[in-house]
């Protein structure tokens, strides 16, 4: 089945780099110059099978500072109990307000994850709709699983155990995941390994990884 994510052209006010630059500097796992704007190197996205939460992983950098992996989501309302991963809040001109979360902290995220990397469902195709015509969105970069393909996965639940740092850890009751936040920076581990390619990183780089519990 073909994973698709819906666009809208529309504005946000403060925009996801604003957001990730005022957050960024207090991670304890950025590497960046102080008060440098952030930019946007590449991202991919995944698919939320409910259809309520926007789920995005942008590659980023401050200044001359390396290149950052920043999963993250967007939601409608607040995820209860989630204060401690959230980025901030934001308007959207067509959806109105946004909360935006550190996805490691989010459970819809893990699901996904896990999907991608022990099903191979890899990521979502970007589309806009036009006076009711699809027009899909050239990825800005590709990932690519080492998982067979057919795990069932239907089974991750929420979070029970998230270590922010890098990489950060989220462990459910069945599966263990781990997401690189300086991709390239020597995180190798066991596991079956989500990879992405993007302008200028012609060669996979490990992105995230995933062990069946």
Known sequence: MRRMALLHRAELRPTKLELL???LPDRPWFHGPTGADVERV???RFDDPAGAVGIETMLVRAGDGPVHQVPLTYRGAPLEGADAWLVGTTHHSVLGPR???D???DPVYAAALAAAILAGTGQAEEFFEVDGERQVRPPSMSVTSSGAGDVDVASVGAPRR????DPALIGTDTVELAVVRRPGAGHGRAGATLAGTWPGQPTPLPLAYATPR
């Open 162 to 165: 998230v270590v922010d740092g």
């Open 21 to 23: 630059a005022a957050w």
């Open 103 to 105: 996805a490691c902290g």
């Open 42 to 44: 590449a991202g991919y």
């Open 99 to 101: 909360w935006v979360y």
